[in-house]
């Protein structure tokens, strides 16, 4: 039973672009959830996805947007890069349920 | 807003011993789950343990055991006979209850190292 998997692993984009995450939800589940991990703190709630539609959103700017698609699996978009973006990307899965399930992470990198 | 503080940036335990880890948390909810979560540096977030708001009894998993004291707003993670693969960063989360759209909410992290 595949868990959460996330791609790419790492990725370094330069200012002002802008950068894809893949999420693939781990067997069986229907939610996707974001959180953005600076270095030396806690993940932060981005957004989270049910039924190919966002449900609640974090304090993140229009810059971030998503995507869930029809076999539950998720994007995460971020537009016109800053460097304070830079920071581990998680996705967590989840089934009519707290327990969420979180994928190995992307970590991105701006230059 | 619900937040989540972890006023220990790192510990240390010798292996085997017994180390505790500190959480509080501010709420206006009455219902609500609290989680314990392990980050080893390969980076998965793993869940260690969970308290739902509603139950007095301490959740217990293996070595993991948690001090939950609703009053005070606090929860601790008590880990016991620690062993080296225990070292990583230990997240304390909160997540409001009702419905089916669980955010959580992280604290900042406690760094936890084992030495032999």
């Known amino acids: 039973d595949a868990g959460v998997t996330q791609s790419p692993t790492h990725l370094i984009k330069t200012r002002g672009q802008q950068v894809t995450l893949r999420c693939s939800p781990k067997?069986?589940?229907?939610?996707v959830s974001w959180y953005q991990q600076a270095l030396g703190q806690g993940p932060q709630f981005i957004f989270q996805?049910?039924?190919?539609?966002?449900?609640q959103r974090g304090n993140f700017p229009d810059r971030f947007s998503g995507h869930q698609f029809p076999n539950y699996s998720s994007e995460l978009n971020v537009n016109a890069l800053l460097l304070g973006d830079s920071a581990l990307y998680l996705c967590?899965?989840?089934?009519?349920?707290?327990?969420?399930?979180f994928g190995p992470g992307t970590r991105l990198t701006v230059t | 807003a619900q937040t989540v503080t972890q006023s220990q940036p790192e510990m240390s335990v010798q292996e085997a011993e017994t180390v505790t880890l500190s959480c509080t948390y501010d709420?206006?909810?009455?219902?609500?789950?609290l989680f314990w979560y392990k980050q080893p540096p390969s980076r998965q977030m793993i869940l260690v343990i969970r308290?739902?708001?509603?139950?007095?009894q301490n959740a217990t998993e293996n070595r993991f055991s948690v001090n939950f004291q609703k009053a005070a707003k606090s929860f601790s993670l008590k880990i016991s006979d620690s062993q080296l693969g225990d070292a990583a960063m230990y997240f304390c989360a909160y997540a409001k209850s009702g419905g089916s759209n669980y955010k959580l909410t992280f604290g900042k992290g406690t760094l936890l190292t084992v030495n032999p």
């Open positions: 308290q739902e708001a509603y139950k007095q």
């Open positions: 709420t206006s909810e009455s219902d609500y789950y």
């Open positions: 967590a899965s989840s089934l009519f349920s707290y327990e969420q399930y």
């Open positions: 067997s069986g589940h229907d939610t």
């Open positions: 996805y049910y039924e190919e539609e966002e449900r």
